[in-house]
């Protein structure tokens, strides 16, 4: 018996995916191939609205290696483009928005007219300028800013109100309106699909997407088949942030053409469709009003939000739910329409709604804390509640006093100015801002296929994708430490749809819902081998399963680790090859049902501004987080990073231009959108509370990736006030804004 093993069970900064990415051994969709594959391109709409009266393609079809050009005359029969089925459906078994190539309506400037089909890319991009559209235009609206003001173009709005109104002495209220515009993903891998028809009814896609499983159901229901006979292949995600949780007009096109040409297809979209193609923060209007008394008691949280959307399909978020929890408030009031445009659909972007929201909330709140003359922390911490004011249950667990404390600290709160304007460094005006962050920490169903082989190595398969946040890791870690063995002799299999069903990546439930199936799936393996010790091992003759611990690759005794066998020689002493479970790990249970669980975070910023020119540097940035046990540092550290680089370009250069007079993007390129700079990010301090809430799953483990942006846009803005005495509530904030005509570096 064996008793002298490493008592190692992970490397604490080791990232499983890292050498694979590093050293370009990693692939990701558009790099696979396959025999006989052919290449198409997409050829967009010149024109916002209107109808396609003639398409001509005969010039494009002679040119060298073109073998078809599909569009609405020629395009076959898609089962799930229905005529009867509305474009804006009222249930997921019915078409979700825009039907690719099914008809001659324009509905949105860069829409897909016609497929190119050639056999190779560039015999592809060559034919695009060989077809010609003659349109009949017809009258269209792009601009949010022109169309919210008339309220008969507003859709129903959701409305909320709770308490009776407030009655008591107001000292000071915040109100004001913010402005957000549209806001691009910008992943750096394009959206791509490679679709393979092996048989009449069977279907084989590489495609970018956060959910394997999501996007089988789809490509099953509009193409008629059991999704059995449908398999999606991610490998790897480079970059998504919401962009992929939905299918687009390139997955249905790629299988058409497929399908027709008979032979597997690869569609990219090229860098300016992704601007217009896979959706987008939507643009947003909020008027925010916050009444306080004298020391500093939220008294009424007024939050009214309008949000765009496409005239073919309704997409609402989150915009105005934190302001119903996030602090304690009697009386509280919001609205949220929305506006239909003629624009594509947008989507989920990181921080769903929240993140717009926050905006708003946390800079009134902001503008209250100068009102009272009190401090931006004391008066978060004068509102702050352990109970959820909405649904009167508590929270299962909230450190942001851990997170305030340790964020001011090390940011040198201390040496912020209470007067805006009044803090100087070499020509530069000071400011410290700071801002809270939340979003819900969900638990879902998930199963995982566990297997432990004779060799000793534990593989465990889930039908999950990975974006980036680590994921492979993180389940390995869970693994690792629950089953009490090395890192290196676990793999975790992920991105294909004929794994067992997992969620969609996104709003921060991934570690919380496979990681609670990866840790119920280890615990039933430790109970399997414990069993057959029992039933096998002379050794333990005679004793329970209770009196038995799994641990450093060995079934021993909890009261004489003497007693011990090791896995690999149970397992064949019990003549198992394997052992080979699915397991399944549902929701959450009614205990926990009993709580509102959510991740927190804070912000503190550091900013300089040009008191000549205004030009914005943020200086310094500490960053908190409170979302329960942290499995991987290194690649919670990264979630955390990456949020601050989304929120500096929220805050201070990511916009979307429309040219209203014809409805085109005008700035669809990374040259004229501007993305946050390596060079634009601080030093960045990333902290956690790293405390378990046991209240949400077994694990204690709670997303990070959207606290990670929420909250961030309205710490810089806050900064900018501190450093500046203006107020800026239209982003992204730039110098012209500041009452500056030109930024000059």
Request: aromatic letters at 8%; hydrophobic letters at 40%; proline letters at 5%.
């Amino acid at each position: 018996m064996n008793t002298n093993k490493l008592n190692t069970i992970f490397w604490e900064d080791e990232r499983v995916d890292g050498a694979d990415k590093v050293t370009g051994k990693a692939r990701y969709t558009a790099e696979h191939s396959l025999p006989n594959l052919a290449y198409a391109v997409f050829v967009t709409s010149t024109i916002a609205k209107g109808t396609i009266k003639n398409l001509d393609v005969s010039k494009a079809l002679e040119m060298p290696g073109v073998l078809d050009v599909i569009y609405y005359a020629n395009c076959p029969a898609v089962p799930g483009y229905n005529s009867n089925a509305a474009e804006r459906p009222k249930n997921v078994s019915e078409w979700r928005g825009h039907k690719v190539l099914y008809d001659n309506k324009v509905r949105f400037f860069g829409q897909p007219i016609a497929l190119i089909v050639a056999d190779s890319l560039e015999n592809a991009n060559v034919a695009i300028r060989f077809v010609k559209a003659d349109y009949e235009i017809e009258k269209f609206e792009t601009n949010f800013d022109k169309a919210r003001l008339d309220a008969a173009n507003l859709k129903a709005p959701i409305n909320y109100k709770r308490g009776t109104g407030n009655t008591k002495p107001v000292a000071a209220t915040a109100d004001g309106e913010y402005t957000i515009p549209i806001e691009v993903h910008s992943p750096m891998e394009l959206q791509a699909t490679i679709a393979y028809w092996e048989a009449e009814d069977k279907l084989l896609l590489y495609d970018k997407t956060q959910g394997p499983k999501s996007t089988q159901g789809t490509v099953a229901r509009t193409f008629g088949l059991p999704e059995k006979n449908v398999r999606v292949i991610v490998e790897n995600v480079g970059g998504a942030f919401g962009s992929s949780l939905r299918s687009w007009s390139n997955v249905p096109a790629a299988c058409i053409a497929a399908k027709k040409l008979n032979r597997p297809v690869k569609l990219v979209l090229t860098r300016p469709q992704m601007f217009s193609l896979i959706g987008y923060r939507p643009q947003s209007w909020q008027k925010v009003n916050i009444a306080a008394d004298a020391e500093g008691n939220f008294l009424s949280i007024n939050h009214e939000a309008i949000s765009n959307t496409s005239r073919y399909e309704d997409f609402r978020e989150g915009i105005v739910d934190v302001s119903k929890f996030l602090y304690a408030c009697e009386n509280v009031t919001t609205k949220y329409s929305l506006l239909p445009l003629d624009l594509s659909t947008p989507i989920w972007m990181r921080g769903p709604g929240e993140a717009s929201g926050c905006f708003a909330l946390e800079s009134a709140i902001d503008d209250l804390s100068y009102q009272l003359k009190m401090d931006p922390i004391a008066l978060r911490i004068k509102n702050f509640t352990t109970i959820n004011p909405e649904n009167k249950l508590p929270f299962s667990d909230i450190n942001l006093k851990a997170c305030y404390e340790y964020g001011a600290e090390k940011i040198g709160w201390k040496n912020r100015s209470a007067v805006p304007g009044k803090l100087k460094e070499n020509g530069w005006l000071i400011g410290y801002g700071m801002a809270v962050g939340v979003f819900g920490a969900g638990k879902g169903a998930a199963s995982v296929r566990i297997v432990l082989s004779n060799d000793g190595k534990l593989l465990i398969e889930c039908a999950v994708s990975d974006m980036g946040p680590g994921t492979t890791t993180s389940m390995t870690k869970i693994a690792a430490e629950a089953m009490q063995m090395p890192i290196t002799k676990i793999k975790f299999k992920l991105g294909d749809s004929d794994l067992p069903p997992g969620p969609s990546q996104g709003g921060s439930g991934t570690t919380s819902t496979v990681g609670s199936a990866v840790d119920l799936a280890c615990k039933t393996v430790q109970q399997k081998l414990k069993e057959l010790a029992i039933q096998f091992a002379p050794v333990f003759a005679g004793v329970t399963a209770d009196a038995l611990e799994v641990k450093n690759e060995m079934v021993l005794l909890k009261a004489d680790a003497t007693k011990n066998m090791d896995i690999v020689g149970l397992l064949k002493l019990a003549n198992q090859e394997k052992i080979d479970l699915i397991i399944n790990s549902t929701g959450k249970t009614p205990e926990q049902l009993k709580f509102t669980s959510n991740s927190f975070s804070s912000h503190y910023v550091k900013v300089a501004v040009n008191a000549m020119n205004g030009k914005i540097k943020v200086l310094e940035v500490v960053t908190t987080g409170d979302a329960g046990k942290i499995i991987s540092p290194k690649t919670a550290r990264s979630q955390m990073i990456g949020g601050v680089v989304g929120g500096i370009g929220m805050a201070l250069s990511e916009k979307l231009d429309i040219d209203h007079t014809t409805g085109q993007i005008i700035n669809a390129s990374f040259g004229d959108y501007h993305v946050p700079l390596h060079s634009q990010i601080p030093k960045t301090d990333a902290w956690f509370v790293n405390k378990p809430d046991l209240n949400v799953n077994d694990i204690g483990a709670k997303g990070i990736g959207e606290i990670a942006l929420i909250g961030f846009a309205a710490a810089v803005s806050n900064a900018v006030y501190n450093a500046t005495g203006k107020r800026v509530r239209d982003l992204p904030i730039t110098p012209e804004k500041l009452g500056f005509k030109t930024a000059k570096v």
